[in-house]
């Protein structure tokens, strides 16, 4: 093992290539005593994900040994899927935009090299804004909710005099229509606001001091009631 003893002589200082060097030397006394891994088993093969979703995903070896494994978890497009506090047995997966990646496990101890993969897609979640439309009247106020795994919600009024939004709530400003936008880096939804005024309606009055009460009611109809209207003459 002289060129081993060499290479860990090299290493100087470093604890983390004193160990790695070690674990060699490790794997070359031990290469014919040791049973080596011959299948990897992962707890899910495909794995559907919403934009900034995680899942995490386990790994079973066989057979069960008795020494460190030596393991990779690896993404094929760490763009679209991120592995994130990797350890032995599992590791947690990120997604961060639309499309796919293959999230592989590898195991090579002993020069003996076994893998599992998972299949990831990593798609744009619908996102729903409800009520998709309100009326209101001035200085009403209208709280707004948004579904669909959503991080992060950008609001905006495309006409701030008629109604201003702030975290989700809409405020009535003044008579007219505008639209509240809920978007995001991937997505957007939108709410029809409409501000209307507050009015009464009145009948308008008949005024003639020459009509007897059988024309005014000929001209403006009988009384009804359930509208709470009246003739008055």
């Known amino acids: 093992y002289g ?25 070359l006394c031990n290469d014919e005593e040791k049973e080596k891994i011959t299948s990897i088993t992962l707890d899910k093969t495909s794995c559907d994900l919403a934009i900034c979703g995680t899942s995490e995903i386990t790994a079973t070896f066989t057979p069960t040994v008795d020494y460190p494994l030596t393991v990779q978890w690896i993404s094929s497009d760490a763009s679209i899927v991120e592995v994130r506090n990797a350890t ?35 798609y744009i979640p619908e996102m729903v804004i409800s009520p998709s439309s309100v009326k209101l009247h001035y200085e009403d106020v209208q709280n707004l909710s948004v579904t669909g795994n959503i991080s992060t919600i950008n609001w905006s009024t495309e006409n701030n005099f008629v109604a201003s939004i702030n975290e ?24 029809e606001v409409i501000v209307e005024p507050e009015y009464f309606t009145y009948m308008e009055p008949l005024i003639d001091w020459n009509l007897t009460k059988e024309q005014i009611l000929e001209q403006k109809g009988t009384p009804d009631a359930t509208q709470s209207t009246s003739v008055a003459y």
Not at 106 to 122: D, H, I, M, Y
Request: glycine content about 4%; proline content about 0%; aromatic content about 8%.
């Open 3 to 27: 060129n081993m003893f060499h290479e860990l002589k090299d290493v100087k200082d470093s604890k983390y290539d004193l160990q790695v060097n070690y674990q060699k030397f490790y794997e």
């Open 88 to 122: 032995e047995n599992s590791c947690e997966i990120c997604a961060l935009k639309e499309g796919k990646a293959t999230i592989t496990c590898k195991e090579t101890s002993f020069g003996n090299e076994v893998s599992a993969t998972c299949e990831v897609v990593v």
């Open 168 to 191: 989700g709530v809409i405020t009535a400003e003044h008579v007219g229509s505008t639209n509240v936008v809920a978007e995001t880096e991937y997505q957007k939804a939108v709410c």
